[in-house]
């Protein structure tokens, strides 16, 4: 079994700063892309930034300058440092992992639960 879990959502005013973690824990062989997507009230999912295992990343244009998606290979970990925050970022915030659990399986997508992210004066 796979789960993985975020942490550090909660109100912000505008213009302020939050960290997200997510940690995946488990049967691990090995961990591909790590990703952040993001949820708003009457709105579909979106990806807000991903990074490979490589370190490479991508950001969603919405978010390009403010957040930066990091991760500790050695932990499972995926961080989202997410600054200078604006309404619009209010969300519930999911974590995404692409997880091989065997030497002989294939790479699965996992999902966290969601942390919610409001940005309000």
């Known amino acids: 079994q796979v789960q993985l879990v975020e942490s550090g959502g909660g109100l912000v005013q505008p213009g302020g700063s939050l960290r997200l973690s997510c940690a995946a824990s488990g049967s691990i062989f090995s961990i591909n892309t790590m990703g952040w997507y993001r949820q708003a009230p009457g709105k579909e999912r979106e990806l807000v930034a991903a990074?490979?295992?490589?370190?490479?990343?991508y950001y969603a244009d919405s978010v390009k300058g403010r957040f930066t998606i990091s991760r500790d290979n050695a932990k499972n970990m995926v961080f989202l440092q997410m600054n200078s925050l604006k309404p619009e970022d209010t969300a519930v915030y999911y974590c995404?992992?692409?997880?091989?659990?065997?030497?002989?399986?294939?790479?699965?997508?996992?999902w966290g639960q969601g942390t919610q992210v409001t940005v309000s004066s």
């Open positions: 995404k992992a692409n997880i091989k659990v065997s030497v002989l399986g294939g790479y699965d997508d996992y």
């Open positions: 990074i490979t295992s490589g370190g490479s990343t």
